[in-house]
């Protein structure tokens, strides 16, 4: 079965910093997805990056981009520049081949003025 | 463009008494529907998914049931609530068949007196 873990329950940065949030997975699956999502005090899911594990390149949407080691199974997301708005809960994700989306339970990030 | 709807925003129920939530997806067919519960400050509790009309997956054994009437409405119901199941109920859509991120909508903030 696959698993996700994030084993950071809250960070906080000063604005424009750069913040790396962790997450690592567990899968016996080749061909798998990973998300990271972002829930702000609105409790609004929104998806934030996408990564295929079949693509060695990290994705990178703006000021977000991953770090994934497919060897180790970790996806990172570093947010460069952070923003006030940034402030959230952070969800990483991993769907395989039953279509279901395994999630990690959570980072809280606060970024401060 | 694809839309998600739920609704009620906000629901205050004594204990003991039914529950119906509403979800319903526009501008796309066939779609699989989720039900997420997530309680405050906590990640999200898949309780049930759909791949079809009338064919519901259930994750969690509890007093809350989910049907599929139509293809794009999803509704989540209880014959008679728990204090227990106060919390944010979230539904979400996927492309069916295709390892795709889950597009979530507003969520319904119920609680149980």
């Known amino acids: 079965a696959q698993t996700v873990t994030q084993s950071q329950p809250e960070m906080s940065v000063q604005e424009a910093e750069t913040v790396t949030l962790s997450c690592t997975y567990d899968t016996s699956e080749n061909n798998y997805y990973l998300f990271w999502y972002k829930q702000p005090p609105s409790r609004q899911m929104i998806l934030v990056i996408r990564?295929?594990?079949?693509k060695q390149q990290n994705a990178t949407e703006n000021r977000f981009s991953v770090n994934f080691q497919k060897a180790a199974k970790s996806f990172s997301l570093k947010i460069s520049d952070s923003q006030l708005g940034d402030t959230a809960m952070y969800f990483c994700?991993?769907?395989?081949?039953?279509?279901?989306?395994?999630w990690g339970a959570g980072t809280k990030l606060i970024i401060k003025p | 463009s694809q839309t998600i709807h739920q609704w009620p925003a906000t629901l205050v129920q004594p204990v003991g008494s039914p529950l119906s939530l509403e979800c319903t997806v526009e501008?796309?067919?066939?779609?699989?529907l989720y039900w997420y519960r997530q309680a405050a400050g906590r990640g999200l509790q898949l309780l049930f998914y759909s791949v079809g009309i009338g064919q519901i997956s259930s994750e969690v054994p509890q007093n809350l049931s989910a049907s599929r009437p139509q293809d794009r409405q999803f509704i989540l119901s209880s014959k008679k609530l728990l204090l227990s199941d106060s919390g944010f109920y979230l539904c979400?859509?996927?492309?069916?068949?295709?390892?795709?991120?889950?597009?979530f909508g507003p969520g319904t903030r119920l609680t149980v007196l």
């Open positions: 990564q295929e594990a079949y």
């Open positions: 501008g796309t067919s066939n779609p699989n």
């Open positions: 979400a859509w996927s492309v069916s068949n295709v390892r795709n991120e889950q597009f």
């Open positions: 994700g991993s769907i395989g081949s039953n279509y279901q989306l395994i």
